[in-house]
């Protein structure tokens, strides 16, 4: 793959950052965002390949590390994309899709997700974890493939929307996925706190039931 020079306008938030530079420096959101964005496919650590299963459809398989890998990825549009087999792409079907989204399995998060878009239009990113990007200026003039990668933390999906539309976007991969621990809802909580309270009075009734005088 080749990577070009170019420069990149990053919105971020109400405010806007320029950045120029090589294709694989990086783009660091600030705020309270916890997403960065990289222009360049710089590895990390654990990096797995998503396979799809190949489809017509609005929702595609993906598979992490293999074929049959699991946990299963989910991609998601509004309208029919065409998914090719293999560590492949996704194509628009019939017209350009403007939304994709990118879901992992319940009970898994992950950190890291790289890809490649074919002639990059202006797009946006959001994510689980409440980050958001915005990203202009991509072709520079050229019309070849350009590497992303976004990280976050404790991500469970992103979503890539372009007003424009995709035509492909293809070789994703993933990394840092962690199973994760179940937390009790806060409803649970409450039920479990109420039964240790009723244990507990009942076994004070009890005690205080049992108390009698007695006279030596």
């Known amino acids: ?50 396979y799809f299963d190949a489809a017509k459809a609005t929702n595609i398989t993906g598979h992490v590390g293999s074929q049959t890998g699991t946990p299963l990825v989910s991609f998601t549009s509004p309208t029919v994309v065409d998914a090719k087999n293999g560590f492949a792409s996704i194509d ?74 995709f035509s492909q976007i293809k070789q994703f991969e993933l990394s840092g996925v962690t199973a994760v621990t179940a937390v009790p809802e806060p409803t649970t909580w409450a039920m479990m706190i109420l039964g240790f309270a009723g244990v507990g009075f009942l076994a004070y009734r009890r005690r205080s039931d049992g108390a009698t005088l007695r006279i030596v």
């Open 1 to 50: 793959m080749i990577f070009s020079r170019a420069v990149v306008a990053s919105t971020i938030f109400a405010g806007a950052v320029l950045f120029s530079g090589c294709a694989n420096a990086t783009i660091v959101f600030g705020g309270t965002a916890n997403l960065d964005v990289e222009i360049g496919q710089v590895p990390a650590a654990g990096e797995q390949k998503i």
């Open 92 to 165: 628009f079907f019939g017209s350009l899709y403007h939304d994709l989204t990118i879901t992992i399995a319940k009970g898994f998060t992950f950190t890291d997700v790289v890809f490649d878009i074919a002639s990059p239009d202006p797009f946006t990113i959001a994510a689980s974890n409440g980050g958001t990007a915005s990203l202009s200026d991509l072709k520079n003039g050229n019309d070849e493939f350009k590497a992303f990668s976004i990280n976050g933390t404790n991500l469970t999906w992103i979503t890539l929307h372009s007003d424009i539309g």
